[in-house]
């Protein structure tokens, strides 16, 4: 893995973003919740409108606060007010910043969000995946492997046992989906096509495609620590890079 890992930050701060840097923000939606209106106000009509088809009122305001502070945390990168970022999609859905025509490489970003907690990756002229899960105590983790994970993955996981065995398969799952995410490709990709190959450590990993038995050099995938009881990985193309962590602070206040 040629990441190296700076641990989680309390930071408003926000050093330079050079090709070699991958800044990870960590964010607490339910210390967000007085900011709701405001950050709604920042959502293109189109988010608006999305936010408005949720049935759930804990998954729209997820979505609301979630996507608000995206735009946010995307801001202090471009040259842009939040509410001014435009966004484009790619074949599988893939959100970018929309390219402008100055030349300069491209802002790339990636957003996952779990019950309260959300992430956003960003990184300069390489593309990055994240994937956050909240650990469900009650996960059937070895059936679950066996339907979705390589044949060496669920083996791995039917190796260990109780809380251990469920750590592993949300170790697999947030890497695989970050690497997904990543790339661009969704689910047309399945999670069974390709494996992860973890250090000893369990950190850091690289993938490989279970079909051709070649391995993705453009690509490696680093487990996070962001709390207990959660999941969390990222995906990066790319070479050597520093993976810097920050968590974030109410946003208007």
């Not at 964010?27 to 007085?34: E, F, T």
């Given at each position: 893995?040629?990441?190296?890992?700076?641990?989680?930050?309390?930071?408003?701060?926000?050093?330079?973003?050079?090709?070699?840097?991958?800044?990870?923000?960590?964010?607490?939606?339910?210390?967000?919740?007085?900011?709701?209106?405001?950050?709604?106000?920042?959502?293109?009509?189109?988010?608006?409108?999305?936010?408005?088809?949720?049935?759930?009122?804990?998954d729209?305001?997820?979505?609301?606060?979630?996507?608000g502070?995206?735009?946010?945390?995307?801001s202090?990168?471009?040259?842009?007010?939040?509410?001014?970022?435009?966004?484009?999609?790619?074949?599988?859905?893939?959100?970018?910043?929309?390219?402008?025509?100055?030349?300069?490489?491209?802002?790339?970003?990636?957003?996952?969000?779990?019950?309260?907690?959300?992430?956003?990756?960003?990184?300069?002229?390489?593309?990055?995946?994240?994937?956050?899960?909240?650990?469900?105590?009650?996960?059937?983790?070895?059936?679950?492997?066996?339907?979705?994970?390589?044949p060496?993955?669920?083996?791995?996981?039917?190796?260990?046992?109780?809380?251990?065995?469920?750590?592993?398969?949300y170790?697999?799952?947030?890497?695989?989906?970050?690497?997904?995410?990543?790339?661009?490709?969704?689910?047309?990709?399945?999670?069974?096509?390709?494996?992860?190959?973890?250090?000893?450590?369990?950190?850091?990993?690289?993938?490989?495609?279970?079909?051709?038995?070649?391995?993705?050099?453009?690509?490696?995938?680093?487990?996070?620590?962001?709390?207990?009881?959660?999941?969390?990985?990222?995906?990066?193309?790319?070479?050597?890079?520093?993976?810097?962590?920050?968590?974030?602070?109410?946003?208007?206040?």
């Amino acid at each position: 893995m040629a990441a190296v890992l700076i641990p989680l930050t309390d930071s408003i701060s926000i050093p330079s973003l050079s090709r070699r840097d991958v800044h990870v923000w960590s964010c607490d939606l339910s210390g967000q919740g007085c900011d709701r209106a405001a950050l709604a106000s920042l959502l293109s009509p189109d988010e608006q409108q999305r936010a408005a088809r949720f049935a759930f009122e804990k998954d729209r305001r997820r979505f609301i606060l979630s996507h608000g502070w995206l735009r946010v945390i995307l801001s202090r990168y471009v040259a842009e007010a939040p509410a001014q970022i435009q966004f484009e999609t790619g074949m599988h859905g893939k959100p970018a910043v929309h390219r402008g025509s100055d030349g300069e490489p491209p802002i790339e970003f990636s957003l996952s969000h779990s019950g309260h907690y959300a992430l956003v990756a960003v990184a300069n002229g390489r593309a990055v995946g994240v994937d956050v899960e909240i650990c469900r105590p009650d996960v059937d983790a070895l059936k679950l492997a066996e339907r979705f994970f390589a044949p060496l993955e669920s083996e791995r996981i039917a190796q260990a046992h109780g809380e251990e065995q469920a750590r592993l398969f949300y170790r697999y799952w947030t890497g695989k989906e970050a690497y997904l995410k990543g790339r661009g490709v969704g689910l047309t990709l399945g999670l069974d096509r390709f494996e992860l190959l973890f250090d000893d450590g369990l950190t850091g990993a690289t993938v490989r495609s279970t079909e051709s038995g070649s391995l993705d050099r453009d690509w490696s995938v680093q487990s996070l620590q962001i709390d207990q009881h959660v999941a969390s990985a990222i995906a990066i193309e790319g070479g050597a890079c520093c993976v810097q962590m920050f968590t974030a602070p109410p946003v208007f206040r």
